[in-house]
């Protein structure tokens, strides 16, 4: 029998509209996806999404979580067998101060030295959809994008 992965991720624009985007390297694999990763169980959704932020960005605390788009159409999880995979999005600001570094360039880090994640904003009209890698966040950067662009 299947069985649901739920993921929280956070949409943190700043005032240049720009996105925070996360580059990471997990399962042999480079992607560019958004701040953000599993719910563990017992976990409520924006606790989640906060943990996530706190483990991810060196404890970042975000503020003013409002829900944007939850998954509404199936889609098989990439990485497990009979799973299907669940994801819920979140507008939210980063708490000042900043506690973790903002890369100027995308994949900022060496595979080598244990570092596998970086982040790095982006213009939200200059992204394209081919710059993120998994199917549901390139359907929530095209909704940014009819919402977001200049």
């Known amino acids: 029998m299947g ?7 956070g949409l943190v624009i700043n005032k240049k509209n720009e996105l925070l985007i996360s580059d990471e390297f997990e399962l042999n694999t480079k ?3 958004f701040p953000g990763g599993g719910l ?3 976990e409520g959704l924006i606790n989640g999404l906060k943990r996530e ?4 960005c060196n404890g ?3 503020e003013n979580v409002k829900h944007f788009y939850t998954t509404d159409f199936y889609q098989k999880a990439l990485f497990y067998d009979d799973a299907q995979l669940i994801s819920i ?3 939210a600001d980063l708490k000042p101060p900043l506690k973790f570094i903002i890369s ?3 994949f900022d880090f060496k595979i080598d030295a244990g570092q596998t994640q970086s982040f790095r904003w982006a213009k939200i009209k200059d992204l394209k959809v081919d710059d993120i890698t998994f199917p549901i966040d390139k359907f929530v950067l095209n909704k940014l994008k009819a919402i977001f662009n200049e």
């Open 3 to 9: 069985q649901f992965i739920i993921r929280v991720y």
């Open 31 to 33: 992607m560019t996806k």
């Open 53 to 56: 932020f706190e483990e991810e």
């Open 40 to 42: 563990e169980f017992g």
């Open 89 to 91: 999005y979140y507008l």
């Open 104 to 106: 100027e360039y995308a």
């Open 60 to 62: 970042q605390q975000i």
